[in-house]
Every structure is written in C-alpha cells, then in structure tokens.
T-cell receptor, first 113, second 115 residues
Framework: GDSVTQMEGPVTLSEEAFLTINCTYTATGYPSLFWYVQYPGEGLQLLLK?????DKGSNKGFEATYRKETTSFHLEKGSVQVSDSAVYFC????????????FGKGTTLSVSS | KAGVTQTPRYLIKTRGQQVTLSCSPISGHRSVSWYQQTPGQGLQFLFEYFSETQRNKGNFPGRFSGRQFSNSRSEMNVSTLELGDSALYLCASSIGGQGLTDTQYFGPGTRLTVL
C-alpha cells in the first residue's frame, strides 16, 4: 500500500541555519503531496502542497519540490527562526480531492537562538 | 469564519464501553475526514464523509464507524473500546469537490483515554 517515510527527529538547529527534512513516498498512482505543521499547543495546518511532478510548493520561506523520479518531496528553508520550532508531517493523497491523507511519522524541529 | 470544532475535547472511558465524538466543519465545507493520532502509529486515516456518504475508508476494524448529517456535521463512534483506542482523534474538513485538491482544515482534536 501507499506509504510516506520521513527522517526521524528531533532535528536541532541554531537560528538562521539551513533546514532540510527528507520525505520519500510509495504510491501506486500519481498522488498529491503535502507538508503539514503542528506548532506547540495548536492543531495541524497545511504548510504547502504540490499536485504534480516538478511542481514546487512554497509558503513562509519553506519550499518542497515534487520529484517523481526519486519519489521525494523534501522540505527546505534557507534560514530557520525560533518560531519554526514545531512538528512537521509529510503526507500524500491519491484522490483528486486531496483527502484520505497518508502521513509520515513526523519530524520534530527545535530551533534555538 | 469559525474553524473546525470538535466535542468533547477530552474523554475518559473504560474498556468495553462505546463512545461518540462530534465534529462541526467550517461553514460551506462538505467533506469531513477523521484521523487517529497515537505516539506509536502516528496519524492514520479513518474515513471520509462527503454529502452524507462515506467516500473513503482507512484500514480500521468495524468497531470504528461514522456518519454525516445533512448540515455536514459528522460523528464517529467506537464500540467495545480497547486500551489501544486511546488516542487523539482529529477531524478535518474541506470543500470536497472533485478535481480540486483542497486544503484540509483540522480541528483541535478529542483526546480519548481508555482505562
């Protein structure tokens, strides 16, 4: 079945460091890919998405490119801030409505000043 | 615009009991999905309802069921509770139209503890 694998955390960085969180997927079709973020004490919220190969999703300085050849959707940010400390989830959806998400296990990011 | 609301926020039950959780989607949203979040298994999809019909289903036993009402509000029910059902249950809503990769908006969750 479909699955999402993302790097284990926690990831600990200093402010202004470069961030990469790896995500790879297995799917039978052509899924849409998502990054969700869960800030401390808050609910899950969509960070960015890409619906087809070579699409780049971006938001709040974060970027991820849908790479079909490597089945990857790695999350990057050039300069992290303390406020980026959160749990990040990579997810896929095989249906057109983008529902029935399959999530990775989540990566905890901790940024210190 | 009000967000997704879930009630109750916290619940304690004992093994063998049943429980009903409620979710009110964002106004105008017709799709409601349910997810279970546990430390061991992470976030797992339970089912999705759209226009009162189950549209997608995850890999959970029949003890887990749901329904959606004409106003798009949804309930999920878990019968014969087991210790392993202790989890945060998240509800998400979206507009739900086909051919449109919607953003799903998540509620704060219901924390269920089974003793």
């Amino acid at each position: 079945g479909d699955s999402v694998t993302q790097m284990e955390g926690p990831v600990t960085l200093s402010e202004e460091a470069f961030l990469t969180i790896n995500c790879t997927y297995t799917a039978t079709g052509y899924p849409s890919l998502f990054w969700y973020v869960q800030y401390p004490g808050e609910g899950l919220q969509l960070l960015l998405k890409a619906t087809k190969a070579d699409d780049k999703g971006s938001n709040k300085g974060f970027e991820a490119t849908y790479r079909k050849e490597t089945t990857s959707f790695h999350l990057e940010k050039g300069s992290v801030q303390v406020s980026d400390s959160a749990v990040y989830f990579c997810a896929l959806s095989e249906n057109q409505a983008g529902t029935a998400l399959i999530f990775g296990k989540g990566t905890t990011l901790s940024v210190s000043s | 615009k009000a967000g997704v609301t879930q009630t109750p926020r916290y619940l304690i039950k004992t093994r063998g009991q049943q429980v009903t959780l409620s979710c009110s989607p964002i106004s105008g949203h017709r799709s409601v999905s349910w997810y279970q979040q546990t430390p061991g298994q992470g976030l797992q999809f339970l089912f999705e309802y759209f226009s009162e019909t189950q549209r997608n289903k995850g890999n959970f036993p029949g003890r887990f069921s749901g329904r959606q009402f004409s106003n798009s509000r949804s309930e999920m029910n878990v019968s014969t509770l087991e210790l392993g059902d202790s989890a945060l249950y998240l509800c998400a809503s979206s507009i739900g139209g086909q051919g449109l990769t919607d953003t799903q908006y998540f509620g704060p969750g219901t924390r269920l503890t089974v003793l």
